[in-house]
């Protein structure tokens, strides 16, 4: 067989791609993967790399069906795309059976990681997300160890997170042994277990080679373009990723307010180019992951400043979020993808502000921040309230009002306002070892600090429209034989909705999966 001959290419090495080649290849199929960066592993190598899976058939997720699935996911999702949302409850499950037979992936259910909207019928309390098992990269294919790693990565599990949650009792000494020794957990291990997988299976893998066009003829695919080079391919999955490292596609089509972006820098929309010059249909260009984020100075991912999803940080007590006239204006501990809409109803030139004391430095999480010593570039310190709202440009008579009414609120348990640490999914996050509301505490303690936190997205949901089997269509509706797209390379049908930790890479993976499948046939 000629190297540029081959029956299925999948673009991108994510976790949509990997799960695609590793279906295709097991199937029988000579694959392809492309990577257009020098690095593998995509958007998925950095994140947290939990995966959502309803009904998934384990003894802690007892009790859950796919009714139920489906009535939870009815309320969040867009019912347009009803056969979408039974496609992926129905296969989701068969996808995880399927990579743990064919990989060295390992699924580690979370007992405890709440759904995200906890008033909806069908929301669980725990048991539909999924951690990753750690993995050896020593024991793994070489292409493994190209996996990229982000900034500020510790080779923690999640339910180690559960019990530690805070610097203090974090046992360094064990992840540092495990970082020097080779084992890896989170996005990082989800793409390096998959990708060990597909190699194995018969997958090859190309680096620095990005997807430039898909050539077809009259009955549909015949190739692709990496770069002035052709590869003849009877099939193509296009699992590209999102479109927002773009600067100019995300100031053209994402909210007004967005800040910043944490898809990987190679996320550049290659899809939408190849949608455009085929004359495919495509929807959801608006939509996204929205994620609050702050901005590290030094985290860095190829070359260019890199920022921090804010999860854990907004549930615990001791801080609040205020906007330009020093007035909260959400509940601090929603999940991120509500938070994001929120700060988008602030308006194009939106502006927030968490705000904490030396009570929360000395026990609480943040990118960049210490319990003590010298602050990072983007924290802000004052000895006084009205000194911090000076030095970031706030009201600091509406500052002052906030943090006095918050810190009644504290007294009482209570926030009046907007709720926070009513839902169990604010409580997951709050601090288990504090009494009475564990996510509200005073902000009392000088000296105090702030950083900004920009309106962010992991990725956008735009995309060519695609079928139940991952089969993009043309404008007029019928299918381009050959042609694929999963993941946020495809109009992703799941609108402005976000079920449950995980759920991006569900998806994802799951129509990557069927994808495969139907390529390999």
């Given at each position: 067989?000629?190297?540029?001959?081959?029956?299925?290419?999948?673009?991108?090495?994510?976790?949509?791609?990997?799960?695609?080649?590793?279906?295709?290849?097991?199937g029988g199929a000579r694959v392809l993967v492309l990577e257009s960066a020098g690095e593998l592993g995509g958007t998925t190598a950095l994140s947290g790399g939990r995966v959502w899976i309803p009904a998934n058939g384990r003894p802690e997720n007892a009790g859950d069906s796919e009714e139920l699935a489906n009535t939870y996911l009815d309320r969040i999702f867009d019912t347009r795309y009803e056969p979408m949302i039974r496609?992926?409850?129905?296969?989701?499950?068969?996808?995880?059976?399927f990579v743990e037979k064919h990989s060295p992936h390992r699924f580690a259910i979370c007992p405890n990681y709440p759904d995200y909207h906890q008033d909806y019928e069908g929301a669980t309390q725990g048991g539909r997300c999924f951690d990753v098992g750690p993995v050896h990269l020593r024991e793994l294919v070489p292409?493994?160890?190209?996996?990229?790693?982000?900034?500020?990565?510790?080779?923690?599990?999640h339910a180690e997170w559960e019990n530690w949650r805070y610097p203090a009792n974090i046992d360094t000494e064990l992840l540092a042994s495990r970082q020097a020794q080779g084992i890896r957990t989170g996005g990082l291990g989800l793409a390096a277990a998959l990708l060990d997988g597909a190699v194995r299976a018969g997958a090859t893998v190309w680096a620095n080679a990005p997807l430039t066009a898909?050539?077809?003829?009259?009955?549909?695919?015949?190739?692709?373009?990496v770069g002035e080079r052709e590869i003849r391919a009877s099939s193509v999955i296009l699992a590209t990723g999102a479109f927002d490292a773009d600067d100019s596609l995300r100031r053209k089509l994402l909210p007004a307010g967005l800040g910043v972006s944490a898809s990987a820098p190679s996320d550049t929309g290659i899809a939408l180019t190849v949608a455009e010059e085929l004359g495919l249909a495509t929807e959801n260009l608006g939509e996204g992951w929205w994620m609050p984020m702050?901005?590290?100075?030094?985290?860095?991912?190829?070359?260019?400043?890199?920022?921090?999803?804010l999860v854990r940080e907004r549930?615990?007590?001791?801080?609040?979020?205020?906007?330009?006239?020093?007035?909260?204006?959400?509940?601090?501990?929603?999940?991120?993808?509500?938070?994001?809409?929120?700060?988008?109803?602030?308006?194009?030139?939106?502006?927030a502000y968490l705000i904490f004391d030396e009570g929360f430095r000395a026990r609480y999480p943040l990118p960049g921040l210490t319990p003590s010593g010298p602050l990072p570039a983007h924290i802000v310190t004052?000895?006084?309230?009205?000194?911090?709202?000076?030095?970031?440009g706030v009201d600091p008579g509406g500052l002052a009002e906030s943090v006095e009414r918050w810190n009644g609120f504290c007294a009482e348990g209570v926030d009046h306002d907007f709720h926070r640490g009513d839902n169990a999914y604010d409580r997951y996050y709050g601090d288990p070892w504090q009494e009475g509301n564990p996510c509200l505490g005073p902000i009392d303690r000088a000296p105090?600090?702030?950083?900004?936190?920009?309106?962010?997205?992991?990725?956008?949901?735009?995309?060519?429209?695609?079928?139940?089997?991952?089969?993009?269509?043309?404008?007029?509706?019928?299918?381009?034989?050959?042609?694929?797209?999963?993941?946020?390379?495809?109009?992703?049908?799941?609108?402005?909705?976000?079920p449950g930790p995980g759920a991006t890479l569900a998806v994802g993976m799951t129509f990557g999966y069927l994808a495969g499948l139907d390529a390999a046939r």
């Open positions: 067989m000629s190297e540029q001959e081959f029956d299925v290419v999948v673009a991108g090495s994510g976790a949509t791609g990997l799960t695609a080649a590793l279906a295709a290849a097991t496609t992926f409850v129905h296969e989701a499950r068969a996808m995880a059976e292409e493994a160890r190209s996996v990229r790693q982000p900034p500020g990565y510790s080779p923690i599990t898909v050539l077809t003829d009259s009955d549909g695919v015949t190739g692709v373009r702050a901005t590290p100075e030094g985290d860095v991912v190829d070359g260019a400043p890199y920022p921090r999803g549930g615990v007590p001791r801080q609040i979020v205020v906007n330009k006239a020093g007035r909260r204006f959400l509940d601090e501990a929603l999940p991120y993808n509500e938070f994001g809409k929120a700060m988008h109803r602030q308006g194009a030139d939106v502006e004052a000895p006084d309230l009205p000194a911090l709202a000076a030095r970031i105090y600090y702030a950083t900004r936190i920009y309106s962010g997205v992991i990725g956008s949901k735009g995309g060519p429209v695609t079928d139940t089997a991952g089969r993009v269509l043309t404008r007029d509706g019928t299918v381009l034989s050959g042609l694929y797209a999963a993941g946020n390379a495809a109009a992703f049908w799941t609108c402005d909705g976000y």
